[in-house]
């Protein structure tokens, strides 16, 4: 059974930076997308970047473009996202997800990942 955890969230402020990361374990995918939502009270989870296993270029949402960077861990099952020039408005549950096959051509929603994370929370104060 695939099971993802996040990790490194925390409480910054604002123009900060965070590292999380994504465990998976479980899984015997040869190829694999993993993406990065965030969801805020209140708010539709948001898409914010993909990660594919067989290369290319990953996917960021306008909303994180130029601050967030996703990248493969130092293990093989870990991606990283790394947050940069944080905004009290990036305040959110984030959370992890994975396919076992390609990412999405464009823009992602919740509905096209099978396994999730339980989430980490971000906070930027002001």
């Known amino acids: 059974q695939v099971q993802l955890a996040e990790s490194g969230g925390g409480s910054v402020q604002a123009g900060g930076s965070l590292r999380l990361s994504c465990g998976a374990s479980?899984?015997?995918?040869?190829?694999?997308?993993v993406a990065w939502f965030r969801q805020a009270p209140g708010k539709e989870r948001e898409g914010v970047a993909t990660?594919?296993?067989?290369?290319?270029?990953?996917y960021y949402s306008d909303s994180v473009k130029g601050r967030f960077t996703v990248s493969p861990g130092n293990a093989a099952n870990t991606v990283f996202l790394q947050m940069n020039s944080l905004k009290p408005g990036d305040t959110s549950m984030y959370y992890c997800?994975?396919?076992?096959?390609?990412?999405?051509?464009?823009?992602?929603?919740?509905?096209?990942?099978?396994?999730w994370g339980q989430g980490t929370q971000v906070t930027v104060a002001s």
């Open positions: 990660i594919y296993s067989g290369g290319g270029n990953p």
């Open positions: 997800a994975a396919r076992g096959y390609a990412c999405p051509y464009a823009r992602i929603e919740a509905a096209d990942f099978d396994y």
């Open positions: 479980g899984y015997t995918w040869r190829r694999y997308c």
